[in-house]
């Protein structure tokens, strides 16, 4: 299996653009995971699902954010509109199932300017 | 509210010494434990887990020690090799809350030869 992939890896906006990440989790993984990780407050957990139903949203910052998962495949998060405090590493994360080891895909780094 | 912990921002070692991480949490609910280990540019990755109901959890040179009493937990190294230098997190959860980790900020860890 070729682990959790997420895309773009690298995506530089301007302020007010909408941002969409997007992420395949591992085949077979029932729950996914959307972390952002900046210098100020380290890795954070921003919402995760579980069978493809959000389960805990909390940690989404602002209604600006905004999280999908149309299909056990796939899922995006949203930022619309983009602002500069939004730059961080986003990561994106899977396990077999809600209690146990999660696999983290290699992040997406967003830029806002 | 950091309610998990890591004191030491970076630790030195030399080679086939012991390296030893400490975590620290705040969370009486935490039950279930995790450590992963980062490089630059990638995803965390998974490195070791311990449950509440244990004190000690050993994977070969990795061995995670548990003081629910002091809600304290540390990982060892033995023996460190220069391919162990990356950044150590500390992972918290409650069982109820599955795979909802509550990271520590990180230790970075450098092996030399």
């Known amino acids: 299996d070729a682990g959790v992939i997420q895309s773009p890896r690298h995506e530089v906006t301007e302020m007010g653009q909408e941002v969409t990440l997007r992420c395949k989790p591992i085949?077979?993984?029932?729950?996914l995971f959307w972390y952002r990780q900046t210098m100020m407050r380290g890795l954070e957990l921003l919402i995760y699902?579980?069978?493809?139903?959000?389960?805990?949203d909390s940690g989404m910052p602002e209604d600006r954010f905004s999280a999908k998962m149309p299909n056990a495949s796939f899922s995006t998060l949203k930022i619309q509109p983009s602002e500069p405090r939004d730059s961080a590493v986003y990561f994106c994360?899977?396990?077999?199932?809600?209690?146990?080891?999660?696999?983290f895909g290699q992040g997406t780094r967003l830029t806002v300017v | 509210d950091q309610q998990v912990k890591q004191n030491s921002p970076s630790l030195s070692v030399q080679e086939g010494r012991i390296s030893i991480l400490n975590c620290d949490y705040t969370?009486?609910?935490?039950?279930?434990f995790l450590w992963y280990k980062k490089y630059p540019a990638e995803g965390p990755t998974f490195l070791i887990s311990?449950?509440?109901?244990?004190d000690k959890n050993e994977d070969g040179r990795f061995t995670v020690f548990l003081n629910k009493s002091a809600k304290h937990l540390s990982l060892h190294i033995v023996p460190s090799q220069p391919g162990d230098s990356a950044v150590y997190f500390c992972?918290?959860?409650?069982?109820?809350?599955?795979?909802?980790?509550?990271f520590g900020g990180g230790t970075r860890v450098l092996v030399k030869p």
């Open positions: 994360a899977s396990s077999l199932r809600l209690y146990g080891e999660a696999f």
């Open positions: 085949s077979g993984h029932n729950s």
């Open positions: 699902f579980n069978n493809n139903v959000p389960i805990d």
């Open positions: 969370n009486s609910m935490f039950d279930y």
């Open positions: 311990i449950s509440s109901i244990k």
């Open positions: 992972a918290a959860s409650p069982k109820a809350a599955g795979n909802k980790l509550t």
